[in-house]
C-alpha cells in the first residue's frame, strides 16, 4: 500500500524558516517524481514544487521561487520542502503527492499544517 | 501560465440526477485530470487522461474533452459523491488547478 506520510509543520513567525518531510512507502520511490502541493484554509489546491526521480529536475510555482527548496533523499524515502521568508499568505495545508504520468498526481499525504503567524 | 476555470462554482444535485462539471483552460492542454475530496480529507485522484477512471471509482463517473473544454459527468448522482472536484493540468509547468466545484446533495 502506497503511504505518504508529512511532518515538520506548525506555527512560523513571518521571515522564519520551516522544513517539511514526507516519508514514502509501498513503492520504490527513487523510480517516482515528486510534488507538494499545498491548500490555504478554506481554499482550493495550489501546486508549490516538483522534483524527479533523480533530482535532475526541478520546478517551482511563482510564488514560492527564490524561498522554497524541494530536495529528496532516495536513500531515505524521504522528500524534502525546504521554506525560508515565510509570509502570512504561505499558511496552509501541505501535501505531498506522487507524479503519475503523465503528469497528475496519483497518491497524496494526509498533509501537514503550516502557520504563518507573529 | 495556463488557467483553469471551472463551472459552476457550486452546485447542488438530487439522487439519480445527471451532473456535468465543465473545466475550460486558457490555451490547449493535452489531458485533463480530476479530483475529488471531501469534507476534512486529502484530494483523491478521480479521472486521469481526461476519460480514465482511478481506481475505485465508479462508473456512473465519466470524462471527456479535448483541446480548451473538458468535463466531468456523473450519470446518476449518489449521497456519496457530494464533494469538491477539481481540474487540473499537467501539460506545462506550472501545473494549475481550477478553483473547484463543490457538489452538494439536495
Known sequence: EVQLVESGGGLVQPGRSLKLSCVASGFTFSNYGMNWIRQAPGKGLEWVAYISSGSSYIYYAETVKGRFTISRDNAKNTLYLQMTSLRSEDTALYYCARRGAPNYFDYWGQGVMVTVSS | ?106
Open chain 2, 1 to 106: 501560465e495556463i488557467v483553469l476555470t471551472q463551472s459552476p462554482t457550486t452546485m447542488a444535485a438530487s439522487p439519480g440526477e445527471k451532473v456535468t462539471l465543465t473545466c475550460r483552460a486558457s490555451s490547449s492542454v493535452s489531458y485533463m485530470h480530476w479530483y475529488q475530496q471531501r469534507s476534512g480529507a486529502s484530494p483523491k485522484l478521480w479521472i486521469y487522461e481526461t476519460s480514465k477512471l482511478a481506481s475505485g471509482v465508479p462508473n456512473r463517473f465519466s470524462g471527456s474533452g479535448s483541446g480548451t473544454s473538458y468535463s466531468l459527468t456523473i450519470n446518476s448522482m449518489e449521497t456519496e459523491d457530494a464533494a469538491t472536484y477539481y481540474c487540473q493540468q499537467g501539460s506545462s509547468y506550472p501545473n494549475t488547478f481550477g478553483a473547484g466545484t463543490k457538489l452538494e446533495l439536495k
